[in-house]
């Protein structure tokens, strides 16, 4: 059953860019922090010095979801001062889908009114009901964007026609929980890459070590440092000379992938690699498979690899939580990345004896 909508949306806010071109909160319903009320203002495109419009971005800051819907205002009579707006929801759960939607109807109905009592009302009516309809600025009805369709909806054929058997480099990343930053100059490009690749450990079905739009900006870099694993979008090149933040860089927009020095030895390719790699090339080719059945292709060849795992583990203290027996992974005899990869996705999975 999926949670009613009132106990995901958070906060709805309005951001103005007037005449004068500053851009400054106008208003928001509950309330949201002065500190997140200064990282939505980065993050809308508003206070941007190159002037680009982006019209929906998304991303997560401190286990909080946001979504940014902007436009530009031409001649709407109850706006007169006002030459942009954005209009931000912030929530408890990934759905870029769902709220640009949602995102998309507050905006026509203030550009109509104005108002932001009229948003208010809305935000309300979805909040109770799940549900706002309205003749001239849409319906939106929340149970039409479940979470599993929010997973789903990026292109993992795309990422492997792009990264090809490197596809393994990301895939080993996220078994092991390592920290993956992406760079592209385009946030657009960002958001569709970054938000696939938790689909390719199917199993754990967490966009929680998602953040799709940082800034290099020391708030955001700590609370970003604070996640065990992760992937992080970012669109300043800089980014590439901060080591300290990940052990696989992607250069998107050179298609490079860059494992660093720091987790060369756990993710040591070898045979295993090489096999998962061939699957995932030979099912994302395949033209008449959807990308939901590659992600259940390598989801079931991931699933292969944890049967293998928990064979090799044992219960043997009172939590009964399963422990990795390193005599028996030993025993086995496996090519040592193999053996190498077991071992460090035990740990990952906490599966190792302190």
Known sequence: MAEPEAQLLRAVGLIEKDTNGDALWVWCYPSV??????????????????????TFVFGQYKRSWFYITTVEVQDSPALKKVTHFSIVLTAKDFNPEKYAA???????IYLK???????MESYIAVLTKGICQSEENGSFLSNDFDARKAYLAGSI?????????????????????????VYH??????????????????????????????????????????????IAGFTDSEVSSRSDLYDVYVNLADSEITVSPVVKE???????????????????????KSDSQVIKDISLKTKEILATLASLTEVSDGNGKPTLNAEALKQKRFPPATENFLFHLAAAEQMLKI
């Open 185 to 230: 100059p385009r946030i657009e490009a960002i958001q569709e890459f970054t938000r696939t690749l938790p689909a390719l450990v199917w199993h754990r079905q967490d966009w929680s070590i998602l953040h799709s739009y940082v800034h290099l900006n020391e708030e955001e870099l700590e609370a970003l440092k604070a996640c065990t694993g992760y």
């Open 157 to 181: 054929k795309d990422i492997v026609s792009q990264f090809g058997m490197e596809t393994v480099i990301l895939y080993t990343a996220l078994m092991l929980k390592k920290r993956i930053v």
């Open 113 to 119: 009114h104005g108002s932001p009592v009229k948003m």
């Open 33 to 54: 922090t002065a500190e997140l009320r200064t990282l939505l203002l980065r993050k809308c495109c508003l206070t941007d010095e190159n002037k680009l419009l982006h």
């Open 102 to 108: 949602f995102t998309r109807i507050l905006c026509r």
């Open 266 to 288: 756990a993710m040591t390719m070898g045979k295993l690699h090489k096999e998962i790699g061939q699957l995932i090339v030979q099912s994302a080719e395949d033209p008449d």
